[in-house]
Nanobody
Framework: QLQLVESGGGLVQPGGSLRLSCAAS????????IGWFRQAPGKGREGVSC????????KYADSVKGRFTVFRDNANTAVYLQMNSLKPEDTAVYYC?????????????????WGQGTQVTVSS
């Protein structure tokens, strides 16, 4: 069974950057669309970004457009979320998720596999 592991979270000052990674243990991600989601304390899960299985198509929530970039590595062993110009409101636990399908969505129900999450805290 596909298992996803996120890494790269941490504490960063406002305006700083972080790169999150999502890797699959023992699998490549060729056939999977990948989504990034986040959940802040007391709030519901929010779709942040996603990338199609080919890497050709991406989507972003309005709140992160122009600041976050999602991409896949050439070997399709990992998907990354580059987060720039971070704001305190970006503070949340970030999750990656996978679905064995060509296209991606910012809605969570279609995703079958989820990582354990990584904490991102933006604070001075």
């Amino acid at each position: 069974q596909l298992q996803l592991v996120e890494s790269g979270g941490g504490l960063v000052q406002p305006g700083g950057s972080l790169r999150l990674s999502c890797a699959a243990s023992g699998f490549t991600l060729d056939n999977y669309a990948i989504g990034w989601f986040r959940q802040a304390p007391g709030k519901g899960r929010e779709g942040v970004s996603c990338v199609s299985s080919s890497g050709a198509n991406t989507k972003y929530a309005d709140s992160v457009k122009g600041r976050f970039t999602v991409f896949r590595d050439n070997a399709n062993t990992a998907v990354y979320l580059q987060m720039n110009s971070l704001k305190p409101e970006d503070t949340a636990v970030y999750y990656c998720a996978a679905v064995e399908f060509r296209l991606c969505t910012l809605f969570s129900p279609p995703y079958d596999y989820w990582g354990q999450g990584t904490q991102v805290t933006v604070s001075s």
